[in-house]
Nanobody, 122 residues
């Protein structure tokens, strides 16, 4: 098990940038694949991005490809989501997720953070 805490959300104008962070507790952080999901009001939670334990493999949803970048720093037990060229449709609660397998992280991860709100204004 790993505990996840997100930070970095907030209010930003369209076209702006934010960087989300997710810090994990637990000595086995470096063995977990990590990911980001989001849930907009009235919509289902959707996959955003995932990264393998060694940062070699990354996946990014088509809706954010070219604008969002996932990265991690195992020395800091932290995963990041750099979000550029933000749009109003990116407004959502963003959740960090973790699991031992990156394919599982993309679909049904076993560990979740509580989320951080991102609001993009016009």
């Amino acid at each position: 098990q790993v505990q996840l805490v997100e930070s970095g959300g907030g209010l930003v104008q369209a076209g702006g940038s934010l960087r989300l962070s997710c810090t994990a507790s637990g000595r086995t952080f470096s063995t977990y694949a990590l990911g980001w999901f989001r849930q907009a009001p009235g919509k289902e939670r959707e996959f955003v991005a995932a990264i393998s334990w060694d940062s070699i493999i990354t996946y990014t949803a088509d809706s954010v490809k070219g604008r969002f970048t996932i990265s991690r720093d195992n020395s800091k037990n932290t995963v990041y989501l750099q979000m550029n060229s933000l749009r109003q449709e990116d407004t959502a609660v963003y959740y960090c997720a973790a699991d031992v397998n990156i394919r599982v992280v993309k679909s049904t991860p076993g560990n979740w953070g509580r989320g951080t709100q991102v609001t993009v204004s016009s």
